[in-house]
């Protein structure tokens, strides 16, 4: 397997910690997104979207190749060939909630700030901040809501003490909103328990921007 990613993207940081948790090994190829390497020919035959991550494999028999890009595409297709350890609940309504959560930050909250609306929003380095902690402050507050509804007690992550697919969307989007983006953690007592105790992790260690950052 080959990753195209980019260190600092929170949807590659998304796959890197799946992959790390399933103990999947993987190649990785870093797409800087600064110097536009996403909408290089090579890459936009790979994802036309310009995007990263992109996953890349082989298949051991036919030897065909395949492409796949979007993380949460990425990640249901590696819960389907390496569901061990599950990141995904089966119990249809833990698996709901999972997928409840995980989209108010992979839907409703990431893409709105990401870099490429940054940079079409304004040029203004200032309206870009206030831009970005808008909508990281809508979603965190909304994710915050439903863990004071849905967090067992004592749970280290969002539904219990493993991560699921809402964690591996949540940690890198506080990235973003409490290391660059100057969001204040006080308000997110739940958020900020969650992200302080997976940042201590290996897994997350391992798959974290300071991991792949370049030297």
């Not at 992959?19 to 800087?32: H, Q, R």
């Not at 953690?185 to 974290?208: G, L, M, N, V, W």
């Amino acid at each position: 397997m080959k990753l195209y990613h980019y260190w600092r993207s929170s949807c590659s940081w998304r796959v890197r910690w799946a992959l790390e948790l399933k103990g999947i090994p993987c190649e990785f190829e870093a797409v800087n997104l600064l110097e536009d390497q996403q909408q290089t020919t090579s890459h936009l035959e790979r994802n036309p979207m310009g995007q990263v991550p992109v996953l890349e494999w082989q298949d051991a028999r036919s030897k065909e190749r395949f492409l796949l890009s979007d993380s949460l595409a990425i990640l249901s297709w590696l819960e389907a060939n390496h569901p061990s350890p599950a990141l995904l609940p089966k119990d249809p309504l833990l698996g709901a909630r999972t997928l409840e959560l995980q989209n108010i930050i992979a839907c409703g909250t990431q893409p709105i700030q990401n870099l490429v609306v940054l940079k079409h929003y304004s040029s203004d380095q200032k309206a870009r901040l206030g831009w970005a902690q808008h909508w990281n402050l809508r979603g965190l507050r909304a994710y915050e809501s439903q863990l004071e509804r849905h967090q067992p007690k004592g749970a280290s992550y969002s539904l219990g003490n493993d991560p699921t697919w809402a964690d591996l969307s949540l940690i890198p989007q506080c990235y973003n909103a409490f290391e660059r983006f100057q969001v204040s953690q006080q308000d997110f007592p739940r958020i900020s328990a969650i992200y302080q105790h997976a940042r201590a992790t290996e897994a997350c260690k391992r798959a974290s921007p300071e991991a792949f950052q370049p030297q």
